[in-house]
């Protein structure tokens, strides 16, 4: 995922106008010849729907966050932060799923996943609703 920003000032008060996006890089994603299977291709998609999950918590924390004169440090560290997130959710979902192998943690994680992205979870609570680590 990643973020542009732009800053406008007018009559001495700054506002801020940002856009994320979630993305994949198809030059890091591939997949062993013969292995292409719908539960694989089902198991990436729910990678990039994570990263989606992330840059709309990334937008709402940028919008509502109060900004010093210090703001390119902060910018810099919400993104930090939230990309760390996103990535302790992804190896999180890897290892439970065992990268789509496990049918029923693959299924719960597909569930909850849909579940965020259609509602408006806080990324606290979203942690909170994850699918446990069931073998």
């Given at each position: 995922m ?8 007018t ?9 994320t ?14 292995k ?29 966050y ?5 703001y ?12 760390a997130?996103?990535?302790a959710?992804?190896?999180k979902?890897?290892e ?10 693959q ?17 606290e ?11």
């Open positions: 990643n973020y542009t920003w732009h800053r406008h000032v009559m001495g008060h700054a506002e801020f106008t940002f856009t996006t979630a993305y994949m890089n198809p030059a890091k994603s591939w997949i062993k010849p013969g292409e299977t719908a539960p694989l291709l089902a198991h990436e998609q729910l990678h990039f729907d994570i990263s989606e999950f992330f840059a709309r918590k990334l937008l709402e924390t940028l919008n509502n109060n900004y010093s004169l210090d390119k440090f902060e910018l810099d560290r919400l993104y930090k932060d939230m990309e997130a996103r990535k959710m992804e190896e979902y890897d439970q799923a065992n990268h789509g192998l496990k049918k029923i943690q299924a719960l994680w597909e569930l909850y996943i849909n579940q965020l992205l259609s509602k408006d979870y806080s990324y609570d979203a942690l909170k609703l994850q699918p446990a680590d069931n073998n």
